[in-house]
């Protein structure tokens, strides 16, 4: 399959044939036997080459045993227990712009020319960019978050269904926040960290300090029980979601197992352009 690593050979038939690999990855240092699985994929940029490796993941060291819950919400990326807001990232807002001026471009040009063609393709790019930034940030947050804890809990969004009505804004967060999940338990199982997925239910209505239910719209930004407890809701969620996590420790701890870890490993290990 490889004769100096730098060209791979497809020998299904398909009839691609030898494809030369582009880019400074290192692919070259895992032994062939390693590679489990090749495929390639088709970006706005350029084809590349997706590698499967098999390998062991190495352990680092956590500099923290810290606990720590985290609430997503709309107005922040996360906000969690301890009362730190981790803002929205500022790069698809900045981006949004030059996506719809993109965008406009290709109903500009005529159909079926090749200016219209080019100007998908910019379209295309400045997507694939912005989902690169997105997964970029999310994986550095996720790291962050498990290097300095020992116990993390976070939201089982699944169960949630999340609130309806909140259309674009949501849809953007929703995928940042589901990669940033999948970081998040790669990123556990490196550093030792445990992470919980817990039911979100009441999280945000009950008193963190008495667990009195106090009911609150969307638009209440801060948690006020009779108890003399006052603190912003998506604070109060957080520590809401960390006692979940800490009530159930024990039972069924890590969800940081599992096939998604290593096929994420994979993929981000190793993309190299291919010609
Ligand atoms: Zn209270």
């Known amino acids: 399959m490889h004769p100096t690593k730098r060209c791979i050979t497809f020998t299904d038939k398909k009839s691609i044939g030898e494809v030369k690999l582009l880019g400074k990855w290192d692919i070259h240092t895992y032994p062939v036997k390693s590679i489990k699985r090749v495929r390639l994929v088709r970006k706005a940029d350029g084809y590349y080459c997706q590698f499967a490796v098999d390998v062991e993941v190495k352990?680092?060291?956590?500099?923290?045993?810290?606990?720590?819950?985290?609430?997503?919400?709309?107005?922040?990326?996360?906000?969690?227990?301890?009362?730190?807001?981790?803002?929205?990232?500022?790069?698809?807002?900045?981006?949004?712009?030059?996506?719809?001026?993109?965008?406009?471009?290709i109903y500009k040009k005529e159909k079926g020319k090749n200016n219209r063609r080019k100007a998908r393709r910019r379209y295309a790019k400045k997507h694939l960019r912005v989902s690169r930034q997105r997964s970029e940030h999310a994986k550095r947050l996720?790291?962050?978050?498990?290097?300095?804890?020992?116990?993390?809990?976070?939201?089982?969004?699944?169960?949630?269904?999340?609130?309806?009505?909140?259309?674009?804004a949501k849809s953007i967060n929703d995928v940042a926040w589901t990669l940033f999940r999948c970081w998040l338990e790669y990123f556990a199982r490196k550093f030792n960290t445990t992470v919980v997925a817990v039911n979100p239910r009441?999280?945000?209505?009950?008193?963190?300090?008495?667990?009195?239910?106090?009911?609150?719209?969307?638009s209440t930004r801060t948690h006020k029980c009779n108890c003399g407890c006052e603190i912003q809701r998506d604070t109060n969620a957080a520590i809401n979601i960390l006692n979940l996590a800490k009530a159930r420790d024990g039972q069924s701890r890590s969800n940081a197992t599992g096939v998604g870890t290593a096929t994420l490993l994979g993929a981000s290990l190793v993309e190299q352009v291919a010609t």
């Open 202 to 218: 009441m999280t945000s209505q009950k008193c963190s300090d008495c667990g009195a239910i106090v009911k609150k719209s969307l």
């Open 142 to 168: 996720a790291r962050c978050v498990c290097k300095a804890n020992a116990l993390v809990a976070y939201e089982d969004l699944n169960v949630k269904g999340m609130v309806k009505n909140h259309r674009l």
């Open 59 to 105: 352990s680092e060291h956590r500099t923290g045993d810290g606990e720590l819950g985290l609430d997503v919400g709309l107005e922040f990326f996360y906000s969690d227990s301890s009362g730190h807001h981790q803002e929205n990232p500022r790069f698809l807002r900045k981006a949004e712009k030059a996506i719809k001026h993109a965008q406009r471009q």
